[in-house]
Nanobody, 124 residues
């Protein structure tokens, strides 16, 4: 299994980005996916996830701006981030299989079976 993130770059505050996570080799018919981020010196935090039917789930923090979606035909997960702020600067990772639901973005992080290498977002 391989998860390949892309789309991260250096942007100015107020800009927007769409991150992608291409999925290769997952044989499970139904599985959930999620986006996480980790800034230097901080703990990894869950951002958003999708159930196998594409329904999103989010954490209460960070709030509001993120939109997660999945294209099953392309086996690709997306994260749309508008109105970028300096505090959004982090390495963004996608995860797949092993967990579903909001708990999986917080206490259940270790349940995810597969992780990508990350894509860097820098806002300054």
């Amino acid at each position: 299994v391989q998860l390949v993130e892309s789309g991260g770059e250096s942007v100015q505050p107020g800009g927007s980005l769409r991150l992608s996570c291409a999925v290769f080799g997952v044989t499970d018919k139904y599985y959930c996916m999620a986006w996480f981020r980790q800034a230097p010196g901080k703990q990894r935090e869950g951002v958003a996830g999708v159930l196998s039917d594409g329904s999103p789930f989010y954490t209460s923090s960070p709030k509001g701006r993120f939109t997660i979606s999945k294209d099953n035909a392309e086996n690709t997960l997306y994260l749309q981030i508008p109105s970028l702020k300096p505090e959004d600067s982090a390495m963004y990772y996608c995860a797949a299989v092993g967990c579903c639901g909001s708990y999986c973005l917080t206490g259940g992080q270790d349940s995810w079976r597969h992780w990508g290498q990350g894509t860097q977002v820098t806002v300054s």
